[in-house]
């Protein structure tokens, strides 16, 4: 997992308030496997957690852990968006992004695409062609974050945040590399800029290393288990790859890693997310999350007569080998 990274001797150390109320796990959950776009492999981690608990999050896929043959790697075609904003965090691997609004380059592996749809934008991820007939190791996660109910029509735009952008720091003894890709933590800002407050992190804990991370009491906590194993929560409850815990009532969230490590990683990777629940009536159908079905009704209509922009004349495609 070559996300960017750093000894964590020579980062900054974050330290939780001297008078701490550690989080406990409400529940966990395992990410059932589907698949996404023209056909790559995605684990839908926030399956079966209620919606209440995510909010102002709305739907999250880790993409692979998988290593394609040549020929073999896929992405999305050009779709519509309305209503809400995508963070797309690449662990592995190289995306081209393109849209209708202008947005585009390439996501290298640690770096993240944030795009603010609003209004309405039409856009492609898909793998460049050195890398479809090359074929290779890709893994990543797509978050989708609502919009509040008076910003779903404000105008599409996009931020290009590589991965040497991110903020980095570590625990109080460096046993953990926390990689701040959006929101503050402890007083430290990542390059992500969102509409409702929120703090995304990848965090990465060596064997038997403990992490307690300061969170917002006004946030939510959710800790999606990207590789690894360990334990979450103030009770210690066991995760491992593909399971996401729901943490409640505290201002600092425990991770630990188990001694021995199981699978292809050597570390326990943790996508540790959080943000103010808004709290507002949500309708979603496909590419679209917006306050009503009548909302979504005429996002549709938009999307089909024009309305979301048009596919560039240069557009970038999907290679196909054949």
Partial sequence: MPAVTADPMTLPRIHP?????????????T???????????????????????IDPFIHMDQMGQVEYA??????????????????TYLIDGEFLHQD?????????AGGTQYMTAGDGILHIETPPEHLVMSGGLFHGVQLWINLPKDKKRIAPAYQDLQGSTNTMVTTSDGGAVIRILAGELDGHSGPGISHTPLTI??????????????????????????AG??????????IQSGQTAVLIDGDTVYLQADPVQE??????????????????????YGPF???????????????????FGQVPPDAIQPHRTS
Avoid: C
């Fill in 31 to 53: 990410a059932p496997t589907g698949m996404e776009g023209e056909g790559f492999p995605v684990h839908r981690a926030f399956a079966g957690l209620d919606a209440r608990d």
């Fill in 263 to 284: 699978g292809p990683s050597p570390n326990f990777d943790v996508f540790l997310i959080g943000g103010v629940p808004l709290r507002q009536p949500v309708f979603q």
């Fill in 70 to 87: 040549p020929g073999e790697p896929k992405g999305t075609p050009w779709h519509p968006h309305r209503g809400f904003e995508t963070f």
């Fill in 289 to 307: 999350v917006m306050s009503s079905r009548e909302e979504v009704i005429q996002a549709f209509e938009d999307f089909q007569s024009g309305r």
């Fill in 201 to 226: 992190t990848h965090i990465t804990l060596s064997p038997g290393a403990k992490a307690e991370i300061p969170w917002p009491q006004n946030f939510n906590a959710l800790a999606y288990a990207l």
């Fill in 17 to 29: 308030a001297a008078q701490h109320k550690p989080r406990r796990t409400k529940y966990v959950v």
């Fill in 100 to 108: 209708s609004n202008g947005g585009g380059g390439s996501i290298l």
């Fill in 229 to 238: 194993n360990g334990t979450v929560g103030s009770d210690g409850q066991p």
